[in-house]
């Protein structure tokens, strides 16, 4: 399997797409922001079906209206918390414009599914490197905005009293997150970039207590998801984003009954 | 006696006599061109333990949300210290009443007050050799040990409190600021969490300010009571303070004060004035 060409880029592009997608979802997780990483995916579709329309690269083209995405959510900050609603339309219009670009653009259909479902095995050697490039970006933003985005997260109050400026954080952050989630759009496609963005990194906050392994944890599922899906779509010839959509939810359900198991084995140790 | 007290906050921290912890000189506060607290003047000292009192929306919050640098004066001069407010103040630390979002984390007690030492600076959050040994301070200062390492979302809310109030005492602060720490909470862990806010006062000798609504909570661990109302306060002790007078006008009403064992109920003629508040709280 690894004597193909397309199949060493595969796995190093999924490792790379899934150790960032892992490490940022746990802090997307943790601000309850799911669902905006969710929105900003299909805002990214529109961006790359444009792009490709006017003969870009949909990766930036989806880089790009991610981050627009990010820039919009920003502004409004705080004024998003619970328009869900809101938030769902404005993210249908963004597949629906998608839809009318691909529309326009007839010249390949196959663009379409690649977007929406991802299509790892089709990575080339430029655009891994695109992936690296990004991914080394927005893993130094985090560790750069690491401290008070924590802080901020836990506890917003305190930390605006002690200094922290919430806005810019939280702006900061949903601008790592538009080049996260289109990274995860190249690897399972933009409609599950939940899979990789949020599947981990649930299952890693509720297996460990410490912060820094949850990290660690939901990059590491994440990479073994990723190649494990990889691998087992090699072996059917099923697409590869079924695979680690499944695995991300077998690994999500496992770790929930897990938990359950630990707590009940912290319960008798607290009563010895 | 006020008059001095604001001649040596105006002295600054190198002046002759140490500054009062709190130094309010005409103070005005306005919250969304609302003006809630007109002309206040009040010196707290350094190791004083404040009560604060009034009915919602007098005013209590806000005045920490200014003591904090969150909020400017629309009038009139408040001193921290002798110094102008400023947001990221070492000085002060802080117990919001807004409760953090993160009571369903499996997070630990330990990594949750963590995140609150220097989180306000940029970079990777570790600690060093020396925040740890702080983190593991204010912990133990509160009696969290056991806490530590268990996971938020199976603490109680006297639990959680204790931590957050470990939180507050990072970065060895001499005012705390603690807003409304005993709503919705058990009254056995309600005089928990006076006990050991009184003796961490008294160990340590910071000031403390503890806004809440039953006064009779406090009382033996408070050294002084401030009481708003109607953009007005008073500031004495219990006997001072707590009466029909003072009361009547800081609410604009007529109110009655009543002792019964040891307990001070205040009262109008619609009802007690206190349950009124707790009902608001459940």
Not at chain 1, 244 to 258: D, G, H, K, R, T
Not at chain 2, 93 to 111: F, I, K, N
Not at chain 2, 256 to 267: C, M, Q
């Amino acid at each position: 399997m690894l004597d193909y060409d397309f199949m060493r880029t595969a796995f190093a592009a999924g490792a790379i797409v899934a150790i960032v997608a892992g490490t940022v979802g746990v802090f997307l997780v943790l601000r309850n922001l799911s669902f905006a990483g969710h929105a900003l995916s299909h805002v990214g579709f529109a961006g790359a079906t444009g792009a490709a329309l006017v003969g870009m690269s949909p990766l930036w083209g989806l880089v790009a209206f991610s981050l627009l995405g990010a820039a919009a959510m920003g502004l409004l900050g705080e004024k998003l918390r619970g328009r869900d609603v809101a938030v769902g339309i404005i993210l249908s219009l963004a597949l629906g414009c998608g839809v009318l670009f691909l529309h326009l653009y007839t010249a390949y259909a196959s663009q379409a599914t690649a977007l929406l479902f991802g299509n790892v095995l089709g990575v080339g050697g430029a655009t891994l490197r695109v992936l690296l490039a990004l991914a080394i970006v927005s893993l130094a933003a985090l560790a750069a905005i690491a401290r008070p985005l924590i802080f901020a997260t836990l506890e917003p109050e305190l930390a605006e009293a002690k200094g922290v400026r919430l806005r810019l954080v939280s702006a900061l952050f949903l601008a790592i997150v538009a080049i996260a989630v289109a990274e995860a759009a190249q690897v399972v496609g933009v409609l599950l970039v939940f899979a990789l963005m949020v599947g981990p990194p649930a299952a890693a906050l509720g297996l460990t207590t410490r912060l820094g392994h949850a990290v660690a944890l939901s990059a590491l599922l994440g990479l073994v998801e990723t190649w494990a899906g990889i691998a087992l779509a090699y072996v059917t010839d099923w697409p590869t984003s079924f695979w680690i959509v499944l695995l991300s939810c077998l690994v999500y359900f496992a770790s929930l009954a897990a938990r359950r198991i630990i707590a009940l084995g912290s319960e008798g140790a607290a009563f010895p | 006696m006020d008059a001095l007290a604001t001649q040596r906050a105006r002295s600054g921290p190198r002046g002759e006599v140490a500054a009062p912890a709190l130094a309010l000189d005409g103070l005005a506060l306005a919250r969304d061109g609302r003006t809630v607290l007109g002309s206040v003047n009040a010196v707290i000292a350094p190791g004083e333990f404040i009560g604060v009192f009034g009915p919602n929306g007098a005013g209590k919050t806000t005045l920490i949300h200014a003591i904090l640098g969150l909020l400017r004066p629309a009038a009139g001069s408040l001193r921290v210290f002798g110094a102008v407010p400023r947001r990221g103040n070492r000085d002060a630390g802080y117990l919001p009443q807004q409760r953090s979002p993160v009571g369903d984390l499996r997070l630990c007690g330990r990594d949750f007050v963590a995140s609150a030492f220097r989180g306000e600076r940029w970079g990777l959050p570790l600690l060093g050799r020396a925040g740890r040994r702080e983190v593991d301070w204010a912990i133990a200062t509160v009696e969290a040990e056991a806490l530590a390492a268990r996971p938020l979302c199976e603490l109680s809310g006297g639990e959680r409190q204790r931590l957050l109030l470990a939180q507050a005492l990072l970065g060895k602060p001499r005012l705390l600021l603690l807003d409304e720490p005993l709503v919705s909470l058990d009254p056995h862990f309600q005089h928990a969490v006076v006990a050991l806010v009184g003796r961490i006062q008294r160990e340590l000798g910071i000031t403390v300010l503890f806004t809440a609504h039953d006064l009779n909570l406090l009382l033996g661990t408070m050294d002084r009571v401030l009481y708003l109302g109607r953009g007005q306060a008073a500031l004495g002790s219990v006997e001072e303070v707590m009466t029909s007078e003072v009361l009547s006008r800081l609410y604009g009403m007529p109110i009655e004060v009543l002792r019964l064992k040891g307990r001070i109920l205040v009262v109008s003629a619609q009802g007690e004035v206190e349950a009124e508040a707790h009902r608001h709280d459940a």
